[in-house]
């Protein structure tokens, strides 16, 4: 049973790295990897020399920030909530409602967006009663980011959740008996039983989210952006697939995608062992 699985991640994983070879070399379909032209460090130099480096790296730092400082409590505090309802009817169509958006198409999530973020659109419709003046948020450099981060939160931390409402099921229920012995309220208990409880699996998907912090996903952005929002909408990601799609500029976007995968790799780890030195909680 194991056997699939191994496979699968040396098939799809591991082997595909030595094509990574592609970011030092001149490389041409015609050629092949090992055949074409070695360039040494000229694309990584490219990349870091290029005015599209320090933008592209701000806003995919500056996404990921926004998304770990806003998203990430969001499922936490959800699954906190709905720890403390005692109507199950209530609690599980809460649970259906937050968890939907989940299993939306990213597509049709971009196209809610639009329509809601237009001119004519029901934000616009909402903000004008109160006296705002109407305007195209979606071409708006300043609001890309809030839109982008906000809808992706709304998007996952249902279903993010689940995961922090199963670690709340392993807290011994004993402890809360201790603490309404003691004179404990519901506010004591969240704070010095339901929160430590569920502390080691937050830090641990915590660690994972900061070493993914360069990747940000292309397809929403590029569903999203326009020419009027490149300049705080530009990740990496997209760089890479318009580098290596559109302009088959192949050698540059594999320099560009094996930074981003350094980078997170480095952050993966530092974060390892910040948090081992604070709460001694690692995930290795």
């Known amino acids: 049973m ?38 040494g460090v000229k694309y990584f130099q490219m ?32 699954a906190l909530l709905l720890n403390e309802i005692r109507i199950n009817i209530f609690k599980r169509a809460v649970q259906t409602i937050s968890y939907l958006p989940h299993f939306i198409s990213i597509v049709v999530v971009c196209g809610l967006i639009r329509d809601f973020f237009t001119l004519d659109g029901i934000v616009n419709y909402i903000t004008s009663n109160f006296g705002i003046m109407a305007k195209n948020f979606l071409i708006d450099p300043k609001a890309f980011r809030p839109i982008f981060v906000g809808s992706g939160i709304w998007q996952s931390f249902g279903w993010n959740s689940i995961i ?67 300049e705080t909408a530009e990740v990496i990601s997209t760089f890479v697939y318009k580098k290596g799609l559109l302009e088959m500029n192949y050698s540059y976007s594999t320099a560009v995608g094996l930074f981003n995968a350094c980078v997170n790799c480095l952050m993966l780890v530092f974060a390892n062992r910040l948090s ?9």
């Open 276 to 284: 081992r030195k604070i709460n001694e909680t690692s995930i290795w």
């Open 47 to 78: 990349f870091f020399r290029s005015v599209f480096f320090t933008r592209t790296l701000r806003n995919t730092l500056l996404i990921s920030f926004y998304d770990i400082i806003f998203g990430f409590p969001a499922p936490i505090i959800l």
């Open 164 to 230: 922090y409402l199963a670690a709340l099921t392993s807290i011994d229920p004993q402890l809360y008996e201790a603490a309404v012995i003691d004179g404990a309220g519901r506010w004591k208990q969240t704070l010095f039983i339901t929160i430590p409880g569920i502390l080691p699996t937050a830090v641990t998907l915590l660690i994972l989210r900061i070493g993914n912090v360069m990747s940000v996903g292309f397809e929403k952005i590029i569903l999203l952006y326009n020419p009027m929002t490149y």
């Open 2 to 39: 194991f056997i699939p699985v191994v496979a699968f991640y040396i098939i799809f994983h591991y082997i595909p790295l030595l094509g990574l070879v592609i970011a030092f070399k001149d490389f041409s379909p015609r050629l092949g990897i090992f055949y074409s032209k070695w360039a």
